[in-house]
């Protein structure tokens, strides 16, 4: 049932400690930089993911009663591995999702992270114990696991967002089922490959491929009792809706539209580096990119313009694997073509487009999915290239006069992902980050992704659900609370009446 | 539109800081301990409903913007208050819900105690902070109000339920619209107006009496951010389901099933004098009430058996008004004949009936709603009475061999919400406690409610939601985090280029 | 014995629950506003002292056996009281101290809050609980309270410092002596009383009023498990020294010398007015008290001693007890000719004397101990009025070209205790609270006394141990670490076999 | 200088990178099973010490600038190195403390944990944030680096106890002066090396050898911030009271006399067995073994030494290298003689010698210091055996009638370290737990070391100081609390009026 004679090799699942292949649909998987596909995806049926889930199941009660410890060092130990791997990680990355290895080990080194804090699992799983709640009775928390949970992660980030998960998922005592993106699934099944080297038994992790079919079972089997989920908001909502109608818990980020507002007192060569990375890196296509650069006055929108124009016509974009590029192709042919018109509608629509990348050729690349920077100005609120995601090259300049203005402007957007403010002023980024309504708030920091020892999250349709990604919370979201109160009856061994019963055993 | 010339007050609504009657539809409030109702209440129209949720988004952003100090004092002010009309307020429980007056005390003091524990806001709003998370790179945590919140409380506990959940949602900077059980509304109004007289601005807690059409205006509207409900399943899983489908955060907690487990080597007596309390008190009206025995040999049974009938028989059933009374009525008469048909099914189903609480009668209160307390032997897995709450005094003795049996028995059954354990024997307890999926565990102690500085909440088909009721999770159910993450540009004003800006100011 | 015959009260101690005249020692205490003494203090001698401490070990065993929520409800009931009594209490610490009236209520104020966070205590005292630190073995901390702990405290906050200590300390279920300053004794002995009609009972706090003798006997009574001090740099080194020599726990606040970095951002009518309270309030008698401004350049040097100036020419210097004066007079006749003394060295070592407040005179109170507010210029390291702590109204200007001359100058003064800095500017402020070797650190905030759920606590010379006062530090710090790990035997009452036994009992 | 024309080796001292030999005083280090020395260590002169110091004063600007996640990867790292070398190390602790290959290997894995604990230091170096204090006010607590701290350690745990304390204090951002136990230096010595191929800078970690005036060098050095030491009592306490008196902060942990409790529930074969261990492993010389059995009860008292001689008999004393033995020699001549005399004195006192082990001869080892278990019967309190820590393997029965009995002879002897009770009895283990004055507690577990995420320390006597080494407490030994307090000019950026300033400049 494979796509193409090409195909090389077949992606398939892992299933309580081996690979499966159960021979049912699969799908290409493309080398966005070539438009190739020699490896193909195996999209899993019902059974297939139920059998994984079954593993889950069966490898459950061993696991959650290993000390924390031990887990904790399995982590320890992948972290290891995963370095080990690094360039290999890397590569796979690259090949399938298309963003630069320099970029590709960046993701990774966040993943890496999530691993660490994951090993940090003795003292995150600490409950609270009180001593004489009332006269000699006492009362503590423990954070028990769940048993079998699931993650469903986006095509962006490959490697890093299912290690946002799984590894803190297990670390507390849960088995747990993956189902990557099928766009770029190699990634992440290599590393739970690595993470069963590392010792962790079969079935803990189990990695199932697929599409629609997969997230269903996922989402209506009983067994399942925790998912988490990244991807677009309408699916983040679908994926909450239905899981919580199934009893589930289920924590569910979705999309996102971030502004960076640059005040008049910005460092501005800063501002526009920042811009760069933040608008361009990996195409755009990232829930953290900032689309948006809210300037507050026309000078400083000026300014910003000056400054990207000239970096932007500096800017080198080919295949991954080049290094010496700054942004690789997007994923995907249809994916190119949307947000190329995005970038249509926004002319349409009477933004001023001063940088168009849509006739970028990538020399020796041509069935590539490139498509070069685009930079607009005069983008405002009601276009679609302002209120929409377009997870693409393209950056827009919103102009403002007053900081409440800029303020207004993301308050009032459905998405409240990330945001950041340029200034040198304490009063004017504490005045923000007080009253932003987004979860993720950078001072000068254009992309304010938490360490791993804190957690991301957005506010509004950016995140359904009450507790954000990775850190403390996910140690919340992967546990559920047992509360246990003990009182002793009084007469006991204690007493000197307990020396007639040992004689009577 | 009132039902009946003997009404003599009609329970209104409170929003943005006055008593609303809204003239709409309205519905009797029962004396159950005479069957008479001399009082009505108000069902919220969605007008009336959206109005409360219009005054909450008002009051909003000047209370999230007050010091968490200061809120924390009204709740303290608030905890003086109604200490000085604990007796007024066990008053209107008794008069409607039935309860003994000692008993009606205790719900308050218990609800006094989520007050006491929101007034501690100013420590458990604190945030994580880190320096340094990259060189000259900080960031941070915080705990930020979410807007307009809401609750949905049951007739059983009309003052504590209530308070399980406002107070920490407005002592965290929220605003809440509550919508007490229409069957017992008066307390809950009063509260909330003490809490004005407390100190808490208009519009900060609303209350508005009614039925389903409140309950779905607070499930479907959009401003309103979290829902937390404590209820019967079917509603819990009907609230979970819809408010996650509107985008919503919700915990909703349903019924339970407890059973205590009676160990050969348990103190018996102590075993039996806890098991009356937990059995018939409140009339077994109580979601940790616990229903069935289950004794670990048949000696265990039959000790218990002979303790319990010769409790049971020195029982005084009547009006809860007076306090040499051990239990009052039912809470309505449906509810009345439902209780009776489930002992008439156990009876049916071959469970064997010891006491019969039937046919009791209430000189002089023949018209109340008074059902006599009910034991049954030889309750088996598979019988209604087994497995279904019954909500009244019956309580059932369950006969098993071992603890193994006893715990397989629990961790079958559909609900997880309360369990305890008697024995003296520290393996068996811990045994117990690390393996039953159960969220409220004690040990010797038959009612595990957690106090107010831990959380409550079960498991399984008990609660539906990631965080539990009041304690340290609600104050994350009623928080958003927001992650701050900042660095400053370096050329500012510390450098000594610096002394040329004040000059051209 | 006593001094003199106008003396009309004799502030005796309190022990075991009542006030004791142990017909030793007295010495004066003088309304500094007049210069006359109708009080007179008795001076502890060591068996009083002894007394306490025996009260003390006495009343531990119950109350540390008392559930920490009833510990805490007294707190509760203690704030009540307090504010209750507050026109009082305020009146109290004026007629001895001389503060003036608004200023000793908010004195009492920040001591209430004290209190207040004394009664979350039940959330402070939660130790960790790991479940499964090996296979089925548990352990978790316990933070249980030491014994008799006691606290010497100085004239300046005669009734907040005291409520710094023994509220957590007996919240946390220690027993406690304060030794209050014998300088102004009245106000601590009077809340000590309402401690006790809040439901502390006897013995549980006693307080003993004397001076070197009481304190030696605190400091090497073996009974006497921590000591707590509040003064001067010299006495505080000594009581460490010796407080640890008798083996106890100890923490010994000593002086400061507090520096306000004014930057060329600044908004500087907000610095001058913050620093007019911040230098003179109190008389300077505090030892968060900012007796040097360092300008960053001369121009802010110029623009700050301006508006000083104007602002000092508005001062109204006269009795406490008049709450339109905004400086009363300075506590003792000895510590006013040493504050005049400072200002003479000061003008000898060649500062320049811009306003001098030697020669004033208040009308109607001429034996009191009246200084009017002193501004220097040109003050420098290496004069004495640089380097010691004069405590008094005493304001000298220190003139630096950059941020960091001003902060080598904080970093090599001796004291440590508080700074701050006036700034607009995000990097500045960052840079100096991440560099500055500073305790309590303000950022536009002349006095950063933390809240009192933060912990107050200087650096080098000005504190002496590891744990900071009150806050969450006081917890740690009142309570010793017990770590409890528990493995049951695995044969017990949960086998089968356990069914032969109870036949035998 | 050298002692002895055998030597071959010189251990000398860590400094700022750099293994140096300062060619001053040194000492032979002997192989216990031998009574041979091939090694010497050098003792480190005033001015060695004094130029480690310097070198920690040195490295500190940059290591507290170094983000706590990099410090925390070095541990990492450290880790796998530590396991790499694991058979070295403990090849040297054998070598030079005795104690059996296997037992090595053991206290080696428990540092290993400490410096797992200590690369978790992101998540615990976390402070406190509080937006809104007051109006716009925020607040937040940090816990900054002390500078160069300094640690002292013991002969009985060369490798494990110093690892309790310089991966915590450096991973704190601290620099790091450790002094190893001049009789067992080498594996210390080697394991700082491993530190530094992890990638610890120069200077951050100092290893000096020497003996007091060593010792006294750290103590006074006004550049050291804070001391760490294990060892004796009277050590602790001159350590304590001298490092107090300049200023430091120090904990001081001293000697231990723990006892177990046996119940006559309790599973007797279990504690015979755990009592072999706790007895007898590592020749008795941990501050944690257990040299004295409180029988509760006679029969209990005969069954535990029915069962403890039939396990001595099968004992096997030798030389450490051969991990068929149970025992090895003990650290030195005069320790061995002292022991023996600890014997005989017991035996004059008048307890029973049930088991004499001083006339054990190791055939092939007959100068290595070894000596028998050996067994008393018949201990009491007043005895030098009861009173005093012998550090040797002589295990002593003491007979009481209750449990009561029991704790009233533990909580009356000088010191606090560790106790355990075994019993099956819920009631009995939580009185035990509650009410017994020793820091760390056992139940059914003989030496009840907290795990690395705990913390550990006893009481009374056994501890000087107020935090317990490793774990929690040693995060806040290690660092000093700052408390930041920030409010914002309000007339900044953020309004129109800055519009003119951008064109000024």
Avoid at 405 to 432: K, P, Q, S, V, W
Wanted: one cysteine or more; aromatic letters at 8%; glycine letters at 10%.
């Amino acid at each position: 049932m494979n796509h193409d004679k090409n195909v090389t090799a077949t992606v398939g699942h892992l299933i309580d400690g081996k690979i499966v292949h159960d021979g049912g649909r699969t799908q290409p998987v493309f080398n966005p930089a070539t438009g190739q596909s020699t490896v193909s995806v195996e999209l899993a049926s019902k059974a297939t993911v139920e059998a994984a889930i079954a593993s889950g199941e069966k490898a459950f009660p061993a696991w959650r009663n290993t000390p924390p410890l031990k887990r904790a060092r399995i982590m320890g130990q992948l972290k290891v591995l995963l370095e080990q791997n690094a360039d290999k990680i890397a590569a796979m990355i690259t090949a399938e999702h298309g963003k630069v290895l320099a970029d590709a080990h960046g993701e990774l080194q966040r993943g890496i992270e999530n691993v660490e804090f994951a090993s940090y699992a003795p003292e995150l799983l600490k409950g609270e114990h009180s001593r004489n709640v009332g006269p000699n009775i006492d009362s503590w928390s423990e954070f028990q696991a769940l048993g079998v949970t699931a993650g469903i992660t986006p095509f962006n980030f490959p490697a890093m967002v299912p290690l946002w998960m799984w590894p803190m998922a297990v670390a507390c005592g849960n088995t747990f089922v993956l189902k990557p993106s099928e766009r770029d699934p190699t990634s992440a099944l290599f590393i739970a490959q690595l993470a069963q080297e590392a010792g962790l038994p079969p079935g803990v992790l189990n990695v199932v491929n697929g599409d629609k079919e997969a997230v269903d079972t996922l989402l209506h089997d009983p067994r399942v009792k925790a998912v988490s989920f990244v991807g677009s908001t309408p699916i983040a909502e679908y994926i909450y809706g239905e899981g919580c109608k199934s009893g589930k818990r289920v924590q569910a980020l979705g999309g996102a539209k971030n502004h960076a507002v640059v005040m008049p007192d910005a460092d501005i060569s800063n501002a526009v580096t920042a811009m760069m990375g933040a608008a361009y890196g990996s195409c755009g296509e990232r829930c953290m990119a900032v689309p948006l650069v809210v300037a507050v006055g026309d000078e400083v929108a000026d300014q910003m313009i000056a400054g990207l124009s000239a970096e932007i016509a500096k800017m080198k974009v080919g295949p991954g694997t080049d290094n010496s590029n700054d942004m690789g192709p997007l994923i995907t042919k249809p994916h190119f073509e949307k947000v190329k018109a995005y970038v249509d509608s926004g002319v349409e629509e009477g933004a001023k487009l001063l940088i168009d990348g849509r006739s970028l050729q990538v020399a020796g690349h041509e069935d590539g999915y490139f498509l070069g920077p685009c930079l607009f100005d005069n983008v405002r609120p009601g276009m679609k290239i302002y209120q929409e995601e377009i997870f693409g090259p393209v950056l827009g300049i919103v102009r403002v006069k007053t900081l409440q203005e800029a303020m207004d402007l993301i308050n009032a957007h459905e998405y409240g992902n990330g945001t950041c403010i340029f200034t040198r002023d304490g009063e004017a980024a504490r005045y923000f980050s007080d009253h932003i309504l987004v979860g993720m708030v950078g001072i000068n920091v254009p992309l304010p992704v938490p360490v791993a020892y804190h957690s991301f999250g957005g506010w509004k349709r950016s995140l359904f659900g009450d507790l954000h990604a990775y850190g403390p919370d996910a140690v919340r979201f992967y546990t559920k609370r047992k509360t246990i109160t003990q009182r002793w009856p009084s007469a006991g061994v204690r007493d000197g009446a307990v020396f007639s019963f040992p004689s009577s055993r």
